[in-house]
């Protein structure tokens, strides 16, 4: 049954049916191919003809939401891109300083010098992660506000 619902409820239900498509193609997986003398826990030919629902359903449910979300992209792209680069710069190495190290028993020293220092570092990700946010509120507004009709299942 067709529904209109905001993109918030549909992103819950498409999660809701790609959950449920993995599950009976994982059943179909361990289930299709037995010994003949080993009974069958599931109606496998059944099981993969609601797969091929299932995965039409989703289809359209993400077409749907791409859709409704076409005056927003930008800010969802640039958003992945925010989360990608906080989580290189957490990631970057920014050790300084003297270290001993030993590689099959040879003493190594070494001194380490990093052009983009930790303070750097701190406040770039802080910067990114609070435009983040607000990009975030934003889209947490749009989802809620905006409706889309999908099928939905009660």
Request: charge should be neutral; glycine fraction near 4%.
């Amino acid at each position: 049954m067709m529904t209109k619902v905001t993109i918030a409820r549909a992103l819950k239900e498409k999660n809701r049916v790609a959950g449920r498509l993995a599950k009976a193609r994982e059943l179909v997986g361990a289930e299709n191919s037995k010994d003949k003398n080993v009974p069958r826990g599931i109606d496998v030919a059944a099981t993969f003809a609601l797969a091929k629902v299932l995965r039409d359903r989703l289809v359209a449910i993400k077409s749907a939401i791409a859709a409704a979300n076409k005056s927003v992209v930008s800010k969802i792209i640039e958003l992945d891109e925010l989360k990608s680069e906080i989580s290189y710069l957490n990631g970057l190495d920014v050790k300084e300083g003297r270290f001993v190290t030993t590689n099959y028993g040879s003493r190594i020293e070494s001194e380490l010098d990093a052009v983009i220092r930790k303070p750097q570092v701190l406040e770039e990700v802080a910067a990114l992660q609070a435009r983040a946010d607000r990009l975030q509120d934003e889209l947490d507004e749009f989802n809620a506000t905006t409706k889309i009709e999908i099928e939905v299942d009660g």
